[in-house]
């Protein structure tokens, strides 16, 4: 692959088969795999996750970005299957997607899998495994292309430290972060130090990634809406920046790159013009408050050497964020094929690029990714 002109969706997503943890998880727990089923009573779509009902009726909205939005929130109208565009879960057909966009390759990040979690530590790293040997065998047609975030239960850290070395065995570039605490533990838990270790090692990012969690609201999404009066602008707008900022925000401040320096993290589904405000805030504070958990830099100086963000393809603030941060520090994605996401992305991408420089439009369209994810 030639790296001097890269391109690199460095968010995107698989629609992982409904049978895919029936088919792939161990014989112990086949009984409890995640499932979709039929209601006998309606004929709704439940997705099952340990046998509890998770989502129900609008599973086509998890998918769809072909698909009339209105459709996709209205209960019953579109499958899951409906949902899925071949090309988020067949290999060729994403093949194919990529050479339509001139596009080199694409990080792949689940989508059924940043919606569940559950309390059996067995059962969760189960589900992990299992949807990681599936989406290797999805990236197998062309690991190059496809790039494998490894799904790691860190509830029980010996486990995932063990699935995070095979997954590396096999060739994956990253793991999937979900941005809240496990177990009430932050990720500067001294649990978690193997992980990080293990990451700097390989030379791998912690891929911070937006996650869906019906029972509660991640993040600092809050109580302004009650049940049943849910805006979806106000949820999929706030939604990225109020997950991944906090997550992101206690790395730095717990000291977390003091003992990791060489640790990637990669920020993603949450745009890239926060950053920089966050780093003023952060400076602002940490000038008068510092001394309270002293840090061996600035705040914003962990961004500059540990942090990259992923811009959304419409973002009129990269150059600007290319600026304050780092031309280093900047990528963008798609979200395909998710129901806010569009198969324009590409082309957007390329426009609001234009009038950068010719060397920052090659850092961010490709040459960035290079950096953060490891070449073979």
Request: glycine share 8%; hydrophobic share 40%; net charge negative.
């Amino acid at each position: 692959m030639d790296v001097s002109n890269l391109v690199v969706d460095c968010d995107s997503h698989v629609m992982e088969p409904a049978d895919l943890w029936e088919r792939y998880i161990e014989p112990r727990y086949r009984d409890r795999a995640i499932r979709v089923i039929r209601d006998p009573a309606d004929g709704m779509e439940v997705l099952l996750v340990d046998n509890q009902p998770l989502l129900r009726g609008t599973l086509g909205g998890l998918g769809g970005v072909d698909i009339d939005r209105r459709k996709l929130l209205t209960p019953g109208e579109v499958s899951y299957a409906e949902g899925c565009p071949p090309a988020s879960y067949l290999p060729e057909e994403r093949l194919r997607l990529l050479d339509s966009w001139q596009v080199d390759a694409g990080v792949l990040f689940p989508t059924v899998g940043i919606l569940w979690d559950v309390a059996d530590n067995g059962l969760a790293s189960a589900y992990a495994r299992a949807y990681n040997n599936w989406v290797n065998d999805f990236a197998s047609r062309d690991s190059r292309r496809m790039i494998r975030i490894a799904h790691l239960a860190l509830q029980d850290p010996e486990e995932a430290l063990r699935e995070l070395r095979r997954c590396l065995k096999l060739g994956f570039k990253g793991i999937f972060l979900a941005p809240e605490t496990i177990n009430g533990k932050r990720f500067s838990h001294r649990d978690f130090d193997p992980i990080w270790h293990e990451c700097e090692e390989a030379g791998i990012p912690a891929c911070l990634h937006v996650i869906v969690r019906f029972n509660r609201a991640p993040g600092l999404l809050g109580n302004f809406y009650q049940p049943g009066e849910f805006r979806a602008v106000y949820g999929f707008a706030l939604g990225g920046f109020a997950q991944i900022v906090p997550a992101v925000m206690t790395m730095v401040a717990d000291g977390l790159f003091d003992r990791f320096p060489r640790l990637k993290v990669l920020c993603v589904e949450a745009g890239c013009g926060w950053a920089p405000y966050i780093m003023d805030r952060m400076d602002e504070k940490h000038e008068h408050l510092g001394w309270t958990y002293p840090l061996e830099m600035k705040p914003s100086d962990y961004f500059r050497r540990n942090i990259s963000v992923v811009a959304e393809p419409e973002e009129r603030t990269i150059g600007t964020v290319m600026e304050l941060m780092g031309e280093e520090r900047v990528l963008w994605g798609s979200d395909f094929p998710h129901i806010d996401s569009t198969l324009e992305a590409p082309r957007l991408i390329r426009e609001s690029a234009a009038h950068l420089s010719a060397e920052r439009r090659r850092k961010l369209l490709g040459a960035n990714a290079a950096l953060v994810f490891p070449p073979d």
